[in-house]
């Protein structure tokens, strides 16, 4: 009898895209520009973990989909050195993809975002991320 291979999925209990976003705005400035032009209502949320790091979500917020802005530039090291241009991920859960592709969208017409997209992210990302 021959080894079979088996699928592995990660799973995470929200469905969530990860947003990479170019910019050199602060996180607070960044946040600010996120609430008026996706009108959320995104706030500096305490996260004590291994690296410190800025993190802005809604948590409080009753709306189905959630928002949660996560920097990539602490000062000690980066996040994902993959990635190591982004600036900052926007994880939103809970979206369809049009939902997704128009806060994209939104977000590109900024004046202070250079660039903008959805990150087709790896596994050790997407495992980090879903634990946030």
Not at 26 to 48: G, H, K, P
Not at 61 to 86: C, D, G, R
Not at 93 to 111: D, L, M
Request: aromatic share 10%; proline share 3%; charged share 25%.
């Amino acid at each position: 009898m021959g080894k079979q291979a088996k699928k592995i999925e990660l799973k995470s209990p929200d469905t969530f895209s990860l947003i990479a976003i170019y910019t050199v705005n602060n996180d607070y400035r960044l946040a600010w520009l996120l609430n008026n032009v996706l009108n959320l209502q995104i706030q500096r949320e305490d996260y004590s973990g291994e690296i410190e790091l800025s993190l802005f979500s809604d948590r409080n917020s009753l709306a189905p989909i959630h928002f949660l802005l996560i920097e990539n530039t602490p000062e000690v090291v980066k996040l994902f050195p993959n990635y190591e241009q982004v600036n900052y991920f926007l994880k939103v859960s809970n979206a369809t993809e049009e939902q997704i592709q128009e806060a994209v969208g939104k977000i590109r017409k900024t004046e202070s975002v250079s660039a903008c997209s959805v990150l087709k992210a790896n596994a050790k990302l997407l495992k980090f991320v879903s634990r946030l």
